[in-house]
């Protein structure tokens, strides 16, 4: 699908946060700055906005690997695997820990084997017209008869 503004993302982001349940997770693909960390920032904000909570200030997590973002009943884990090296680094950042407990959201998750059953892949990529981006996203587990 072509996504030619942030509001229309937003719609996106919105449909999958309707269907998240703790336990699911996202994986974000894409080229640097084609949107990856604007997708899990409309989608957090949606999650704060539909808990009536203050918006959070989303940031690529590039240097700190990870961010949480307590959403009452459970927590939202936003990863940028950008840095890391291997399949080793990745048990070193504690990414599978409790994950049954929060929404996990990954941008370069490229580097990860063993892929968690429940979960959208959402690959961005740029259109033709720099300002748009083309969007495919595909359904896994218990996930998978959502269409969009």
């Given at each position: 699908m072509k996504i030619s503004s942030i509001r229309e993302l937003g719609k996106i982001a919105d449909k999958i946060k309707k269907i998240l349940l703790p336990g699911d997770a996202v994986f974000l693909y894409g080229e640097i700055g084609v949107g990856k960390t604007t997708f899990a920032r409309l989608l957090i904000n949606g999650f704060e906005n539909k808990k009536?909570?203050?918006?959070?200030?989303?940031?690529?997590?590039?240097?700190?690997?990870?961010?949480?973002y307590e959403i009452k009943e459970f927590t939202i884990k936003h990863f940028d695997l950008y840095r890391l090296k291997n399949s080793n680094d990745i048990k070193?950042?504690?990414?599978?820990?409790?994950?049954?407990q929060s929404i996990t959201l990954i941008e370069w998750p490229e580097l990860i084997i063993n892929k968690p059953e429940n979960r959208f892949d959402l690959f961005f990529k740029y259109a033709e017209d720099y300002n748009e981006r083309s969007l495919i996203i595909k359904t896994n587990?218990?996930?998978?008869?959502?269409?969009f």
């Open positions: 009536k909570m203050k918006k959070s200030e989303v940031l690529s997590p590039t240097f700190n690997i990870v961010f949480e070193n950042v504690g990414l599978f820990e409790n994950l049954e587990g218990r996930l998978k008869n959502h269409e």
